[in-house]
């Protein structure tokens, strides 16, 4: 998913003025870990970052060497998730529920939250509707469906 456009970068799903380079999000990544390590003051968005990094101690050695993550763009292990694209998308999630874009996404999120005991694990299931509908809309040629993409999170919060 790193190659492509929009799913390597979910930041600009809604929000397309932010639209930072792979090379800018592995950087950003790397700098909230560090930063995080040595307890130097962080922005807002590097806190809300560092939150999720704490989560995902297995990519601690990818986000601790900003020269090695750079080097490594595009030589990605295809059997590992990629660390980057996926702290990306926890922080397109959260900025997403925090202004509520598309429109009822915050209350889907918090119901799948709800339903799973774990904010953390419903958003890796709202990865899965973000994915779905980013590449549902590559492959058609037409804008992301932020309401299937709403529909779907609905929906795993309301199946058995």
């Known amino acids: 998913m790193e190659n492509a456009d929009i799913t390597a970068n979910p930041f600009s799903l809604f929000c397309p003025m932010f639209s930072p380079s792979q090379?800018?999000?592995?950087?950003?990544?790397?700098?909230?870990?560090?930063?995080?390590?040595?307890?130097?003051?962080?922005?807002?968005?590097?806190?809300?970052?560092?939150?999720?990094?704490?989560?995902?101690?297995?990519?601690?050695?990818?986000?601790?060497?900003?020269?090695?993550?750079?080097?490594?763009?595009?030589?990605?292990?295809?059997?590992?998730?990629?660390?980057?694209?996926?702290?990306?998308?926890?922080?397109?999630?959260?900025?997403?529920?925090?202004?509520?874009?598309?429109?009822?996404?915050?209350?889907a999120v918090e119901l799948l939250a709800a339903k799973r005991d774990s904010l953390h694990n419903a958003h890796h299931e709202v990865m899965e509707c973000l994915g779905a509908m980013l590449w549902e809309s590559q492959r058609s040629g037409r804008p992301p469906d932020g309401q299937a993409y709403i529909d779907a999170v609905r929906g795993r919060a309301t199946r058995r």
């Open 23 to 107: 090379a800018d999000v592995r950087r950003f990544f790397c700098s909230c870990y560090n930063k995080q390590q040595s307890h130097a003051p962080m922005e807002a968005i590097e806190t809300l970052a560092g939150e999720w990094i704490e989560l995902h101690p297995q990519y601690h050695n990818e986000l601790a060497d900003v020269d090695r993550a750079l080097a490594n763009m595009g030589q990605m292990d295809p059997s590992r998730e990629n660390p980057f694209l996926h702290l990306s998308m926890h922080l397109s999630i959260s900025e997403q529920c925090s202004i509520d874009q598309p429109p009822g996404i915050r209350q």
